[in-house]
């Protein structure tokens, strides 16, 4: 099973950026599908952005199309996700996810989670 495990995350106030990584190990994520997912308290996890095995194929919520960007390094068994023009509303607990999926964006989808870190953005 592959082992995710994600950093980047902290405080930046509204319009900010910030950068997200997923470091993988026990196996390379090549093979993958990965997506990023969220959890703001007292919601559900939701969907944020999606990639295929080859990064030829990317899906994202409608909430945040055109402001972030995921992409993955396969040599380096990583996924990014850029999120650019924060807002209060993006404040969430973000994880990584993997699934032999070619991609996915249900949670069910994607069976092996990173432990999450957490984005604050303050108004």
């Known amino acids: 099973q592959v082992l995710l495990v994600e950093s980047g995350g902290g405080l930046v106030q509204a319009g900010g950026s910030l950068r997200l990584s997923c470091a993988a190990s026990g196996r390379t994520i090549r093979n993958y599908g990965m997506g990023w997912f969220r959890q703001a308290p007292g919601k559900e996890r939701e969907f944020v952005a999606a990639i295929s095995w080859t990064g030829d194929t990317t899906y994202y919520a409608d909430s945040v199309k055109g402001r972030f960007v995921i992409s993955r390094d396969n040599a380096n068994d990583r996924v990014y996700l850029q999120m650019t023009s924060l807002k209060p509303e993006d404040t969430a607990v973000y994880y990584c996810?993997?699934?032999?999926?070619?991609?996915?964006?249900?949670?069910?989808?994607?069976?092996?989670w990173g432990q999450g870190t957490q984005v604050t953005v303050s108004s």
């Open positions: 996810a993997a699934t032999y999926r070619p991609i996915a964006t249900k949670n069910y989808e994607l069976p092996a």
